[in-house]
T-cell receptor
Framework: AQKITQTQPGMFVQEKEAVTLDCTYD???????LFWYKQPSSGEMIFLIY??????QNATEGRYSLNFQKARKSANLVISASQLGDSAMYFC???????????????FGTGTLLAVQP | GAVVSQHPSRVICKSGTSVKIECRSL??????MFWYRQFPKQSLMLMAT?????????EQGVEKDKFLINHASLTLSTLTVTSAHPEDSSFYIC????????????FGPGTRLTVL
């Protein structure tokens, strides 16, 4: 069964420093996608970054980068130069691939609450 | 961009009444939309996959007669919570997958339902 694990319920980081949020996954499908979403206290889910299982390079989007280690089945999110506005819940998710093709269902981890301190 | 709206953002209703929540993709077409439920301090749980022009696919344990889903156009899906009870109080959030892009889901801002 496919599974996403986020082992850090909460993290603190000083403003302007980098922080890594951990995510490991388990799947037997060779084709899958990994996502990170940010959920501030307002509740909206904001898409941050995507990594495909066949992508050769780690995904980057501005201050966000995804440290994709396929053999270890990890997809950690790195936020550089943290800002106060980065304080939020962060969810790692995996796109499920059903038999015969992608079903596009997302499986979410339990989330990591990031608090950026001034 | 890929903007998804939800309406209402917050609703309070009496037990036994029905509540309709709308999910719209504002600047793209979405053959497939998804409805999630999130309890406080918990992760998102997929309730159902909404497909334009066909019946929704419900996840195990989700009552399809209680949570009615209608995806009548390529930009609109609705979730109706019928005969709501206090235990239905939750944060409901939809997402849309942009056609023909297959991977990324874009989320609406969510609807907080409180059933008294």
């Amino acid at each position: 069964a496919q599974k996403i694990t986020q082992t850090q319920p909460g993290m603190f980081v000083q403003e302007k420093e980098a922080v890594t949020l951990d995510c490991t996954y388990d799947t037997s499908d060779p084709s899958y996608g990994l996502f990170w979403y940010k959920q501030p206290s307002s509740g909206e889910m904001i898409f941050l970054i995507y990594q495909g299982s066949y992508d050769q390079q780690n995904a980057t989007e501005g201050r966000y980068s995804l440290n994709f280690q396929k053999a270890r089945k990890s997809a950690n999110l790195v936020i550089s130069a943290s800002q106060l506005g980065d304080s939020a819940m962060y969810f790692c998710a995996m796109r499920e691939s059903g038999y015969g093709g992608a079903t596009n269902k997302l499986i979410f981890g339990t989330g990591t609450l990031l608090a950026v301190q001034p | 961009g890929a903007v998804v709206s939800q309406h209402p953002s917050r609703v309070i209703c009496k037990s036994g009444t029905s509540v309709k929540i709308e999910c719209r993709s504002l600047d793209f077409q979405a053959t497939t939309m998804f409805w999630y439920r999130q309890f406080p301090k918990q992760s998102l749980m997929l309730m159902a996959t909404s497909n334009e022009g066909s019946k929704a696919t419900y996840e195990q344990g989700v009552e399809k007669d209680k949570f009615l889903i209608n995806h009548a156009s390529l930009t609109l899906s609705t979730l109706t919570v019928t005969s709501a009870h206090p235990e239905d109080s939750s944060f409901y959030i939809c997402s849309a997958r942009r056609d023909p892009e297959a991977d990324t889901q874009y989320f609406g801002p969510g609807t907080r339902l409180t059933v008294l």
